[in-house]
Structures are given as structure tokens and as C-alpha cells.
């Protein structure tokens, strides 16, 4: 079992509805999403201290141990620094999530989107400016009945999720508000490097709100952040 990832230029045209890649006729569900890109860069010294609480629950999250992220999300929200409705608060870990209660606001679709059905699939396809050494690609988004999934690709020395933080390696942190105020935390589902780069997906959750037009999704590390903001109007044709 092997896979990876084909680049060609120039670019296939907007209208083009299929490609034929070694023999193989490729059909193109979608045209690619309308986003766009910013940059922020924080001073090391003065890294906001919320910042600083959302990437350590945000290690907790992925631990086997939920008591330890409930105990410290109440600690931050009591102290001030994490405000109750935060990301980094409202998006728990698996563990503490409840199953068969659906979107936690909004009214739920008629059908749970299926993110094999292509009509629930956003292709993205954005790549960010460097940003702490860091080169990231925003491939696709996937609804799901009680989540989102996106799957990216990048370049530069990054910490590997499941290992810990790390001391001298960045640690990316996922999370995305959406136009109707919604907030959505991330939480990396798969991660893999070889020589060339690495890539991954990360869930999200709650189930995104049936009615948002537009998603800002940021990718933070203890000095930047970028953020893609994507037009979800096409998602819903």
C-alpha cells in the first residue's frame, strides 16, 4: 500500500469537467473553493496567553486522560484566560462527547451528509504563505453528520501530534469560527511525514451549521497563525 500526492501546472481550466491522468479518466466533482489567505505573526515574548491555554488543552486533548482537560478548562475559564465559549473549551475531547445528540445548535439537516457523497466535499486547494517555517496546503473539506474532516498538506519542521509537545518544534493547532458565530475545535486525526513533507486530517466538531456561508479556519503555532477563509456557498449545490 503506497500513496502521495501528483502536481501538474498549468492549472486544469475552470469549466473542465474530467482529466485524463496516465490513461485514466479522472472526474473533477468540483470547482475549487473561493478563499482566501492572511498571515499573523506574534512576538515569541509576548505570545498572547490565551494562545498559550488553547495549544495545551489542545495537548490534553489527545491524551488518554479527559479528567486532565476538564480539570484545566475549568481552571482557565474560572482565572479569566479562556472565556467559557472559546474553542479550545467547547470542543472537548472524544472521550467527553456525547454520541447521538446531533449538532449542538442549529437545526440539523434532513440527512446526515455522507462524506463519501461528493456533494458534501469542498475542494479547497489553497496554500498559505510561510509562516514560522511553515509552507501549508488546505486540500479539501468533508461534512459529516457530526463534524467536518479537512486534509492537508505541508512542509516544514513541525512537532508530530501524538509525540508530546515538543521544545524546539512548532505544534499546529486547528480551530475555525464560522459566519454565524459558530466555533469549531480541531483535533488531529491522522499525521504522516516522509522526506518530502508531511500531511494529515484533522476533525472538527460540532457538525458545521446547515445555514453558514463562509468558514475561517486557522492554523496556529506559538509564534503565527494563518488563516484560510472559505466560501461554503458551492458546498451546498
Known amino acids: 500500500y503506497w500513496h502521495g500526492y501528483y502536481e501538474a501546472s498549468p492549472g486544469p481550466a475552470l469549466t473542465a ?19 482566501t489567505v492572511a498571515v499573523e505573526h506574534f512576538d515569541a515574548a509576548d505570545e498572547p496567553i490565551e494562545h498559550r491555554a488553547a495549544r495545551y488543552l489542545d495537548h490534553l486533548r489527545h491524551g488518554e486522560n479527559p ?18 465559549d472559546s474553542v479550545a473549551v467547547t470542543a472537548p475531547p472524544p472521550h467527553l462527547r456525547p454520541t447521538g445528540s446531533g449538532p449542538s445548535r442549529g437545526t440539523p439537516p434532513a440527512a446526515h451528509p455522507s462524506p463519501d457523497d461528493p456533494t458534501n466535499r469542498l475542494i479547497v486547494g489553497v496554500s498559505t504563505p510561510v509562516f514560522d517555517g511553515i509552507g501549508l496546503s488546505i486540500l479539501e473539506l468533508a461534512r459529516q453528520a457530526d463534524g467536518f474532516e479537512l486534509d492537508f498538506a505541508g512542509a516544514g519542521v513541525v512537532a508530530r501530534p501524538h509525540d508530546g509537545p515538543a521544545i524546539d ?59 484560510v477563509t472559505v466560501e461554503l456557498d458551492r458546498a451546498e449545490e
Not at 189 to 199: K, N, R, T, V, Y
Open 67 to 84: 479528567t486532565a482537560w476538564a480539570i484545566a478548562a475549568d481552571a482557565f475559564v474560572r482565572c479569566g484566560v479562556l472565556a467559557a
Open 17 to 35: 469537467a474530467w482529466l485524463e491522468i496516465a490513461g485514466e479518466r479522472v472526474e473533477l466533482i468540483a470547482s475549487p473553493a473561493i478563499a
Open 169 to 227: 518544534e512548532p505544534t499546529l493547532v486547528f480551530t475555525a469560527v464560522d459566519d454565524r458565530g459558530g466555533c469549531y475545535g480541531g483535533r488531529m486525526a491522522e499525521f504522516a511525514a516522509d522526506g518530502f513533507g508531511w500531511h494529515g486530517r484533522v476533525s472538527f466538531a460540532p457538525a458545521l451549521a446547515p445555514d453558514a456561508g463562509r468558514l475561517a479556519i486557522a492554523v496556529g503555532t506559538e509564534n503565527a497563525r494563518a488563516i
